[in-house]
């Protein structure tokens, strides 16, 4: 089903693809996927891996096609320290992947990584393997779902993925990366969230079989109340970012949003994409055609499968941040050629002498011949690296004009912001005043003292019965839910002079 190197070029025979966070591994063998109880040394596998959004950094960058293609690397790599103000002192690893134009500049896609936190989270994996082959930047292993037709390329998706550390939004169009960014919602951020929000802490595994067998429409009210609060924000902050990379990629609309998690689909998050993006989502799980015995597997993992068979069949086509390559074959390795050049000085010193004076010569004229070769080369790096430090100064100049211009647009533009922000989105408070006292009496519920402060409203509540603050208040979250971002009564008292109650409502609008 999917295309491998010719036996001739490769001899992998296995993927074994690894999520380097959780410890969790699936290997494709015989056109089956499935878990890994433990990982071995064998060099017939394809060892592939992924690194969270969150702990990468990404820009884009624009190089004239008049660059010469074996100094695009080295200018990839100044434009990368350049862009994201990368300290100088320090090693990272770079890598890019060219965007598919016709300007008259070539655009590339830049991903960035610290050594260090690589080292960190690979390198008890690599004592393991001996090597990694793949390690794929989280946001482009989606890329693959257009290159197998899974996903039409003529459109624009948006992908969001919770996993246990880390929860990321990625925005493709027409089959091409986009953007992305990751969210403060991981799965454990989730967690955390709902036991500070109801005051205590609950037991994990009960609060994640909740959350992927009922989500968001359990039938325990403690629960549903408080994933609606939490879900409320989350698709509150996915939508500035959609609004974000519509504006900054002239984008006319999203077409489709998929929502998935490693733990399995969530239920009930369609209304919230609904209510709070206008899009229809759906779940994030396609059908790859692979064979696996399990009820749901990460995606990511079915995703690094698809990655490990493109970058077999074109190394270009991904981003690689691998920094822990296989060993070379024998013939390769320094060890090798001095065995393999032991044995032939052995050979040829029991040959006739003749053959061995006919062999000094040969040697000779081919160490003539590369030292000729090596003094052109060096010639010709050289001029080269001159070329590198004149365009070198000559960007440094640019990127200054570019600042000082960026630094005016800016400045315009949030001026700009701030004057229709207030001409089209002021909020009239007359209008809600009168809302709530019409429902107030409604409901046969009086105002002593009323108090706003920004977009918070406070108002000394006053009724012969302590019930209908309770009524009012929920007539008020089920008709203004989409207004309000947190309604609640405060201590409620009753005044033994008048026989009323008493208590203090605070509104907070959105």
């Not at 790859?288 to 990460?298: A, C, F, K, L, M």
């Amino acid at each position: 089903m999917f295309l491998k190197k010719k036996s001739s070029e490769s001899t992998v025979k296995n993927v074994v693809t690894v999520n380097a966070y959780t410890g969790k591994s699936y290997a494709f063998k015989n056109d089956v996927f499935k878990p890994l109880d433990k990982l071995t040394y064998n060099t017939s596998n394809f060892i592939t891996s992924y690194v969270n959004n969150k702990d990468i950094i990404t820009t884009k960058v624009n190089i004239s096609r008049n660059i010469p293609e074996e100094d695009i690397v080295d200018i990839i790599d100044i434009k990368a320290y350049e862009e994201l103000g990368l300290d100088q002192a320090n090693t990272y690893t770079i890598s890019s992947v060219e965007v598919e134009t016709s300007g008259e500049e070539r655009e590339y896609h830049i991903f960035v990584a610290e050594p260090e936190s690589l080292d960190e989270l690979y390198l008890p994996l690599k004592e393991e393997t001996k090597y990694i082959d793949l390690i794929v930047p989280a946001p482009l292993l989606y890329k693959p779902l257009y290159k197998k037709e899974i996903l039409q390329d003529n459109k624009a998706h948006c992908f969001v993925y919770f996993m246990q550390n880390d929860a990321f939004v990625t925005v493709y169009e027409n089959g091409q990366y986009l953007y992305s960014k990751s969210i403060e919602f991981s799965l454990e951020q989730i967690y955390d969230k709902y036991c500070e929000s109801i005051g205590e802490k609950v037991d994990e595994k009960e609060f994640y079989s909740v959350l992927e067998s009922e989500g968001l429409k359990t039938t325990n009210s403690d629960y549903q109340q408080t994933f609606m609060k939490i879900f409320a924000e989350v698709f509150i902050t996915i939508n500035d970012i959609i609004i974000y990379v519509k504006r900054a990629f002239e984008l006319d609309s999203i077409d489709q949003i998929f929502i998935g998690s490693e733990k399995g689909p969530i239920i009930g998050l369609d209304d919230y994409s609904q209510n709070y993006l206008g899009l229809h989502s759906s779940d994030f799980n396609f059908n790859y055609n692979v064979s696996s015995d399990e009820w749901y597997t990460d995606q990511l993992q079915y995703l690094m499968l698809l990655s490990s068979f493109d970058y077999m069949e074109d190394e270009s086509s991904l981003v690689n941040l691998s920094t822990y390559p296989r060993a070379p074959s024998f013939v390769n390795r320094a060890s090798g050629q001095f065995i393999i050049s032991t044995a032939a000085a052995i050979a040829l010193s029991l040959a006739y002498p003749l053959v061995y004076l006919v062999g000094s010569y040969v040697n000779d004229a081919k160490i003539y011949a590369l030292t000729i070769e090596n003094n052109e080369l060096t010639a010709e790096s050289n001029k080269y690296k001159k070329i590198l430090s004149e365009k070198k100064s000559q960007i440094k100049v640019l990127d200054e004009k570019i600042k000082v211009l960026s630094d005016t647009y800016d400045g315009k533009s949030k001026m700009l912001t701030s004057i229709y922000d207030k001409k089209v989105n002021y909020r009239l408070k007359s209008g809600i005043y009168h809302t709530l006292a019409k429902e107030l009496d409604q409901f046969d519920v009086h105002v002593e003292m009323l108090k706003s402060e920004k977009d918070t409203l406070w108002l000394s509540l006053l009724s012969s019965d302590d019930r209908k603050f309770t009524e009012v208040i929920k007539y008020m979250s089920d008709t203004h839910f989409d207004e309000i971002i947190e309604i609640d009564i405060e201590k409620i008292q009753k005044d033994p002079a008048s026989n009323y109650y008493k208590g203090l409502l605070k509104v907070v609008l959105r």
